[in-house]
Nanobody
Framework: QVQLVESGGGLVQAGGSLTLSCAASRNIFTIKTMGWYRQVPGKQRELVATTTRGGTTNYADFVKGRFTVSRVNANNTVYLRMNTLKPEDTAVYYC??????????WGQGTQVTVSS
């Protein structure tokens, strides 16, 4: 079992950048896939980006070229660097972890608001 705590959300103007962090309560080296999802009120939660233990990354089409996901096993943290933010990126962003098929664990979420 692992607890995930996100931070780094906030208010930013369109075109700006933010970096989200996700701190895990235990060693993430054994976690197969870590990633980020987001949710807007009234809509389904959607995948943003994932990173595997082997270093493979995957991105939703709507963030390709703008967002970068990375994991630092040494400090049990996953990051989401978000550049060129758009108002439609406004959402609650959740960190996730999956030891096998998942995600199995979710953080509490961090709000990102992009003003136009």
């Amino acid at each position: 079992q692992v607890q995930l705590v996100e931070s780094g959300g906030g208010l930013v103007q369109a075109g700006g950048s933010l970096t989200l962090s996700c701190a895990a309560s235990r060693n993430i080296f054994t976690i197969k896939t870590m990633g980020w999802y987001r949710q807007v009120p009234g809509k389904q939660r959607e995948l943003v980006a994932t990173t595997t233990r082997g270093g493979t990354t995957n991105y939703a089409d709507f963030v390709k070229g703008r967002f970068t996901v990375s994991r630092v096993n040494a400090n049990n943290t996953v990051y989401l660097r978000m550049n060129t933010l758009k108002p439609e990126d406004t959402a609650v962003y959740y960190c996730t972890a999956a030891y096998m098929i998942g995600p199995n664990y979710w953080g509490q979420g961090t709000q990102v608001t992009v003003s136009s």
